[in-house]
C-alpha cells in the first residue's frame, strides 16, 4: 500500500487509451455493454425504481440506453428523454436506443416530477458551451430537484478543464467509467460530480496502467498507518519539541490556533516566539502554551530553541512588517529543522525564492500560490514549483492538491464547505506541524495532516453545518477523529 489510490487522468488520455486498446481487439460495443450494467447496479442501490434517462447522440447516451435495459430487465419503470433525431446518434446509440423500445422503454418529451434521472446527455469529449436543446434539458433536471446521476462525467463539465461550458448538470453522484477524470478536480468540477463512484467497463489492465497520470487520489485505507507509534515510556521531547514563530499585534488567535492544533494532534511542547507587548492578547490563551517574544535587536533565544526543535511552525499571524520579515528570514537561513509555513510566511517566501534542504512544507491558498509563482496556477506549474524548491506544497481547496518535489500530485477530495472559514487553515498547520515533529517527512505529513483536517471538518458539520462551524470547532474535534481512527 502508499499513498497513491485510484489514478486520475484527463479526458484526452482516456479517449487515447479506450482507441487504443480497440485498435487491439477489444470492442467498444463489449465496453458499452459491460459500462451499462455497471451503471445499472449502481443505480439499484438507490431502491428507486422509476428512471429517466437524459440521452444526447454519443455513445454516452448509448451507455444510457444500455444502463435503461438493464434496469427494465429489472422490473424498473424506465423512460429516456431523447435530444435528437435517432438517425443523427452514433451507430451504438441507435443500436441500443431501438433495444431499449423492445423491451419496453418509453420515450418521452419532459424532464419528469418524481424518480431518478441518469444523465447520459454529453461525455468526456465535451468542450466548449452546451446550447439547446441540451441547455434546455440540463437546466430543467437541476431544476426538478430530483436526485441525478451521471455517467462517466455531469453533462456540460470539461474532464480535462473542470470548466463549465455556461450551464453543466449538478450530480449528486457521477459514475465514473475507468479512472475519475482531472476536470472533477479542477475549477467548478466538485460542484458538479457529487460523490463519485468508478464503473469497471472492461478496460485491460495493461491498458490503465500506461495511462498518463494527472495525479492520484489519497489512499484512505493506508493513512492510518502513518499515525506516530505510542511508546508506554514516551516523552513530551520524544513526542515533538516544536518552535512557532506566528501572532502579531492584533492577530494572536492565528498563533493559538494553530498551536493548540499542533497539542491536540500529539505534539509534546510548543513554544510560541510573538512579538513584544502582546502578554495582555494572550492573558486568556491556552495554559499549555510556552511563550517567548522577540525583537528585530533580539532573537538569538529563537535561534538557540530553533537548534532543538524537531519542527518549526511559521507564519499564522506573522504580519507584514519589515522586522517580521527579517526575522522569518533569520530563521529560515540555511534551515535544517522540519517546517512547515503558512500565511504571513508565505508572503514574505514569494518576495525571496529560496529552495530546502530539509522537508518543508507550505500551504497557500489559491490567491497566496498565485503569489508565490508570479502567475495564474495550474496544476502544472504547482509541481513545476515544488520540484524547484524541493517544497511539498498543499494547495488549499476543493479538493486539496498535494504537490512533493518530482512525484504525482495526490488528491484529497474530503472535507466540507465549512472549512471555507477563518482560521481554518492556521489549525491545518498546526496539524502537520505536529506530525513533522512526530518524525513524518514531508509528503507523508501533508497527506495525513490535510485528511485528518478535512475530517474534522465533516465530523463538525454533522452537529453544527456547514454554515455553523469555526475554526476552533476543529481543534475540539481531533480528539474524536484520531479516536475513530485508532479504533478501527
Same mark, same amino acid.
Given at each position: 500500500?502508499?499513498?497513491?489510490?485510484?489514478?486520475?487522468?484527463?479526458?484526452?488520455?482516456?479517449?487515447?487509451?479506450?482507441?487504443?486498446?480497440?485498435?487491439?481487439?477489444?470492442?467498444?460495443?463489449?465496453?458499452?455493454?459491460?459500462?451499462?450494467?455497471?451503471?445499472?447496479?449502481?443505480?439499484?442501490?438507490?431502491?428507486?425504481?422509476?428512471?429517466?434517462?437524459?440521452?444526447?447522440?454519443?455513445?454516452?447516451?448509448?451507455?444510457?440506453?444500455?444502463?435503461?435495459?438493464?434496469?427494465?430487465?429489472?422490473?424498473?419503470?424506465?423512460?429516456?428523454?431523447?435530444?435528437?433525431?435517432?438517425?443523427?446518434?452514433?451507430?451504438?446509440?441507435?443500436?441500443?436506443?431501438?433495444?431499449?423500445?423492445?423491451?419496453?422503454?418509453?420515450?418521452?418529451?419532459?424532464?419528469?416530477?418524481?424518480?431518478?434521472?441518469?444523465?447520459?446527455?454529453?461525455?468526456?469529449?465535451?468542450?466548449?458551451?452546451?446550447?439547446?436543446?441540451?441547455?434546455?434539458?440540463?437546466?430543467?433536471?437541476?431544476?426538478?430537484?430530483?436526485?441525478?446521476?451521471?455517467?462517466?462525467?455531469?453533462?456540460?463539465?470539461?474532464?480535462?478543464?473542470?470548466?463549465?461550458?455556461?450551464?453543466?448538470?449538478?450530480?449528486?453522484?457521477?459514475?465514473?467509467?475507468?479512472?475519475?477524470?482531472?476536470?472533477?478536480?479542477?475549477?467548478?468540477?466538485?460542484?458538479?460530480?457529487?460523490?463519485?463512484?468508478?464503473?469497471?467497463?472492461?478496460?485491460?489492465?495493461?491498458?490503465?496502467?500506461?495511462?498518463?497520470?494527472?495525479?492520484?487520489?489519497?489512499?484512505?485505507?493506508?493513512?492510518?498507518?502513518?499515525?506516530?507509534?505510542?511508546?508506554?515510556?514516551?516523552?513530551?521531547?520524544?513526542?515533538?519539541?516544536?518552535?512557532?514563530?506566528?501572532?502579531?499585534?492584533?492577530?494572536?488567535?492565528?498563533?493559538?490556533?494553530?498551536?493548540?492544533?499542533?497539542?491536540?494532534?500529539?505534539?509534546?511542547?510548543?513554544?510560541?516566539?510573538?512579538?513584544?507587548?502582546?502578554?495582555?492578547?494572550?492573558?486568556?490563551?491556552?495554559?499549555?502554551?510556552?511563550?517567548?517574544?522577540? +525583537?528585530?535587536?533580539?532573537?538569538? *533565544? %529563537?535561534? $538557540?530553541?530553533? /537548534?532543538?526543535?524537531? =519542527?518549526?511552525?511559521? #507564519?499564522?499571524? @506573522?504580519?507584514?512588517?519589515?522586522?517580521?520579515?527579517?526575522?522569518?528570514?533569520?530563521?529560515?537561513?540555511?534551515?535544517?529543522?522540519?517546517?512547515?509555513?503558512?500565511?504571513?510566511?508565505?508572503?514574505?517566501?514569494?518576495?525571496?525564492?529560496?529552495?530546502?534542504?530539509?522537508?518543508?512544507?507550505?500551504?497557500?491558498?489559491?490567491?497566496?500560490?498565485?503569489?508565490?509563482?508570479?502567475?495564474?496556477?495550474?496544476?502544472?506549474?504547482?509541481?513545476?514549483?515544488?520540484?524547484?524548491?524541493?517544497?511539498?506544497?498543499?494547495?488549499?481547496?476543493?479538493?486539496?492538491?498535494?504537490?512533493?518535489?518530482?512525484?504525482?500530485?495526490?488528491?484529497?477530495?474530503?472535507?466540507?464547505?465549512?472549512?471555507?472559514?477563518?482560521?481554518?487553515?492556521?489549525?491545518? +498547520?498546526?496539524?502537520?506541524?505536529? *506530525? %513533522?515533529? $512526530?518524525?513524518? /517527512?514531508?509528503?507523508? =505529513?501533508?497527506?495525513? #495532516?490535510?485528511? @485528518?483536517?478535512?475530517?474534522?471538518?465533516?465530523?463538525?458539520?454533522?452537529?453544527?453545518?456547514?454554515?455553523?462551524?469555526?475554526?476552533?470547532?476543529?481543534?475540539?474535534?481531533?480528539?474524536?477523529?484520531?479516536?475513530?481512527?485508532?479504533?478501527?
Amino acid at each position: 500500500m502508499s499513498l497513491e489510490g485510484q489514478k486520475v487522468i484527463s479526458a484526452a488520455e482516456m479517449a487515447r487509451v479506450e482507441k487504443a486498446s480497440i485498435g487491439a481487439d477489444a470492442s467498444a460495443d463489449a465496453y458499452m455493454q459491460k459500462a451499462g450494467k455497471a451503471i445499472a447496479d449502481h443505480v439499484k442501490t438507490f431502491k428507486i425504481d422509476q428512471i429517466t434517462l437524459l440521452v444526447g447522440k454519443g455513445n454516452n447516451g448509448g451507455d444510457a440506453f444500455v444502463a435503461g435495459c438493464n434496469l427494465l430487465e429489472q422490473k424498473c419503470t424506465v423512460h429516456a428523454l431523447t435530444c435528437f433525431d435517432k438517425r443523427t446518434c452514433s451507430p451504438l446509440c441507435q443500436k441500443y436506443w431501438q433495444r431499449f423500445l423492445e423491451l419496453g422503454g418509453v420515450i418521452v418529451n419532459a424532464v419528469p416530477t418524481k424518480g431518478l434521472i441518469l444523465d447520459g446527455l454529453l461525455g468526456t469529449g465535451f468542450t466548449g458551451k452546451v446550447t439547446d436543446p441540451i441547455a434546455s434539458v440540463i437546466k430543467a433536471a437541476n431544476a426538478s430537484e430530483l436526485p441525478i446521476v451521471s455517467i462517466d462525467i455531469p453533462s456540460g463539465l470539461c474532464g480535462n478543464t473542470g470548466e463549465v461550458g455556461g450551464n453543466a448538470i449538478v450530480a449528486d453522484y457521477t459514475c465514473f467509467l475507468g479512472m475519475p477524470k482531472v476536470g472533477f478536480f479542477l475549477g467548478e468540477g466538485m460542484n458538479h460530480t457529487g460523490a463519485l463512484a468508478g464503473c469497471d467497463f472492461g478496460l485491460p489492465a495493461n491498458f490503465a496502467d500506461n495511462a498518463k497520470a494527472e495525479g492520484y487520489l489519497l489512499d484512505e485505507a493506508f493513512l492510518p498507518s502513518l499515525l506516530p507509534p505510542m511508546k508506554r515510556t514516551r516523552h513530551k521531547y520524544e513526542a515533538g519539541y516544536i518552535v512557532a514563530l506566528a501572532g502579531s499585534p492584533g492577530m494572536p488567535g492565528a498563533a493559538m490556533m494553530s498551536c493548540m492544533a499542533a497539542y491536540r494532534t500529539g505534539a509534546g511542547i510548543i513554544r510560541l516566539f510573538h512579538p513584544e507587548c502582546m502578554d495582555g492578547e494572550f492573558a486568556s490563551g491556552p495554559k499549555e502554551l510556552v511563550r517567548s517574544t522577540w +525583537t528585530a535587536q533580539n532573537i538569538d *533565544l %529563537l535561534l $538557540q530553541e530553533k /537548534k532543538r526543535a524537531k =519542527a518549526l511552525l511559521i #507564519g499564522p499571524g @506573522l504580519g507584514r512588517t519589515q522586522e517580521a520579515g527579517d526575522v522569518m528570514g533569520k530563521l529560515i537561513d540555511d534551515l535544517d529543522v522540519p517546517s512547515v509555513i503558512d500565511a504571513d510566511g508565505l508572503y514574505w517566501l514569494a518576495r525571496k525564492k529560496r529552495s530546502f534542504s530539509t522537508s518543508v512544507i507550505l500551504t497557500p491558498h489559491f490567491k497566496e500560490i498565485k503569489e508565490l509563482l508570479g502567475k495564474e496556477p495550474s496544476h502544472q506549474a504547482c509541481q513545476l514549483y515544488s520540484n524547484e524548491t524541493n517544497a511539498t506544497v498543499v494547495l488549499k481547496g476543493a479538493p486539496s492538491w498535494i504537490f512533493h518535489p518530482n512525484s504525482a500530485p495526490l488528491i484529497m477530495d474530503r472535507g466540507c464547505p465549512g472549512l471555507a472559514t477563518a482560521g481554518t487553515g492556521d489549525v491545518l +498547520t498546526g496539524i502537520i506541524a505536529a *506530525l %513533522l515533529a $512526530q518524525g513524518l /517527512k514531508g509528503r507523508e =505529513a501533508a497527506s495525513l #495532516g490535510t485528511w @485528518l483536517h478535512a475530517l474534522c471538518g465533516e465530523l463538525v458539520s454533522l452537529d453544527k453545518t456547514d454554515y455553523g462551524m469555526v475554526a476552533t470547532d476543529l481543534i475540539d474535534a481531533l480528539p474524536d477523529v484520531l479516536a475513530e481512527i485508532l479504533s478501527e
